[in-house]
C-alpha cells in the first residue's frame, strides 16, 4: 500500500528537492537542510513532478448574508454607501465599511458602461424637466448675473418648451411649470427630474425619496406623478440632456438682440417656429405633427385655476407709494402706502397683493435700481406739505421711467389657456 504524503510541498520546493537530490546530497542531509521528513521527500523525488492543486474554497465573508438585500436596494435606486451600511448594521451585520465600498465599486461601474436600450413613452405619458445653465448677463461696472434655461421635453413627440430665468427660486419653477402646461395644451401623468434642490431633498433612513412639500402638493394640484432619475443612470434624462445642449447651441449662440427684456419672448418664438418644426433624429418625425397626436392624451387643462398656494415675497408699501423687488422699485396705489403686500414673481411678471387682492401687475425689469411706474398708481397722490419733515410724508418721485403696461385681461386669457 503506497504510503500518503504527510504535507503538500509548492513548486519551488519540490524543485529546491531535486536540485540537491542530482548534486549528489543525501536524502538524509536533505531533510536536515530543508526540514521535511524523510517520508515527504522520498515521496516527490519518486513522484518526479510538483503537486497539483485544486480551487480553494472560498473564505465566507461577514457581507455575504446580505448580499440578497443589497442587490435589492440597488435596484430601488439606492447606491449611497452611508444609508445601506447603516441598514446593514441594523440587520447584523458586523463588517466594515471598506468591505461594503469593495462590493459596491464594479457595480458602480458597471451602471456607467453598461449598454443602455432606448426606452420610448407611450403619448401623453411622461415628460422630463431639467435647469440649465445657458450664460451671463453683464450688469456694468463687472457685474453679471447667471441666467438658466428652463427646458419641459414630451417624450413621446419630443415637444419642448424653453423658457429663460435670473434664479431658481420654487415658486418661479412652479410658474414656469404651469406656463408649458399653457402652451404644450395639457399635462403628462408624469414628469421626471434630476436631483434638483428645488424638488428633491433627499433620502430617508430607508433611501425613500423626500421631496419638497409644497413641490409634491404642486404636482397633486396638476394630477402628475413626479419620478426622479435613477443615482448612476444619466442617460435616463437624455432628451431633456440633449434638450438643453439644443437651446445653447442654436438658440443662445444666434441670438442678435441687445435688450434682455426681449430675450424671453425671442427664446418662445425660436422654440415653436424652428425647434418644435424639425424633423427629429431619433423619431423621424416633424415634432409639431407629432404633437398633435399626443395632446389628447394629455391631462386637460382647460378650466383648470392656477396653483394657488406659492407663497410670494412679502414687502411693505414705501411712504412713497412704491414697493422694492430685487433692487428694482415698482409702483402701487399710493392709497396703500406703508401697508403689507406680497410680490409674486411669475415669468417676468410681477403681480402685488394686498390681503389677497391683486391690486398691481409689472412687467419685471432686467436692470438694477430702475424705478418701474405705472401714472394711474400715483394720480391723485397729494404733495408734502412744505414745512418741517414729517415721518408720515408722501413724496412723488417726478420723471421715473415708465414701462408698457399691458391689460389685465391679457393676462386673464393666458390664466383660461388662451393665447397671449
Partial sequence: ????????????????????????????????????????????????????????????????????????????????????????????????????????????????????????????????????????????????????????TLGYSRA?????????????????????FRQLGGVPKEILYDRMKTVFVDLDERGEIRWHPLFLDFADWWGFVPRLCPAYRPQTKGKVESGIKYVKGNFVCGWQGSDFASVPAGL???????ANQRVHGTTGRVIAEALAQEQPYLLPITG????????????????????????????????????????QATEGRLDLYAEGVRIAVHEEHPGRHQLVTQPAHHQGMPFAPTGPPSPHKLHLQLGAPEVEVRPLASYERWSEGGQP
Wanted: proline residues 6%.
Fill in 1 to 152: 500500500m503506497r504510503e500518503e504524503v504527510a504535507i503538500l510541498l509548492r513548486s519551488g520546493e519540490v524543485n529546491e528537492l531535486e536540485t540537491l537530490h542530482r548534486e549528489g546530497v543525501s536524502i538524509r542531509t536533505i531533510s536536515r537542510l530543508t526540514g521535511f521528513d524523510l517520508k515527504t521527500i522520498r515521496h516527490y523525488l519518486r513522484e518526479g513532478r510538483p503537486p497539483r492543486y485544486g480551487p480553494r474554497a472560498p473564505r465566507p465573508r461577514k457581507l455575504d448574508p446580505f448580499r440578497e438585500y443589497l442587490e435589492g436596494r440597488l435596484r430601488a435606486g439606492v447606491w449611497n454607501a452611508v444609508v445601506l451600511l447603516r441598514e446593514l448594521k441594523e440587520r447584523g451585520y458586523t463588517g466594515g465599511y471598506s468591505m461594503l465600498l469593495e462590493f459596491l465599486r464594479p457595480r458602480r461601474r458597471a451602471a456607467r458602461e453598461v449598454a443602455v436600450r432606448r426606452f420610448e413613452t407611450p403619448p401623453g405619458q411622461q415628460a422630463q424637466v431639467d435647469w440649465g445653465h445657458l450664460g451671463y448677463l453683464e450688469e456694468g461696472e463687472g457685474k453679471r448675473r447667471w441666467v438658466w434655461g428652463f427646458v419641459l
Fill in 160 to 180: 419642448m418648451v424653453a423658457e429663460i430665468a435670473l434664479e431658481q427660486r420654487l415658486e418661479t419653477l412652479l410658474a414656469l411649470h404651469e406656463e408649458a
Fill in 268 to 274: 418662445r418664438r425660436w422654440c415653436w417656429e424652428v
Fill in 304 to 343: 383648470h385655476r392656477h396653483y394657488p398656494f406659492v407663497p410670494g415675497v412679502r414687502r411693505r408699501v414705501a411712504r412713497d407709494a412704491y414697493v422694492q423687488y430685487r433692487t428694482n422699485r415698482y409702483s402701487v396705489p399710493w392709497e396703500l402706502a406703508g401697508a403689507p403686500v406680497a410680490v
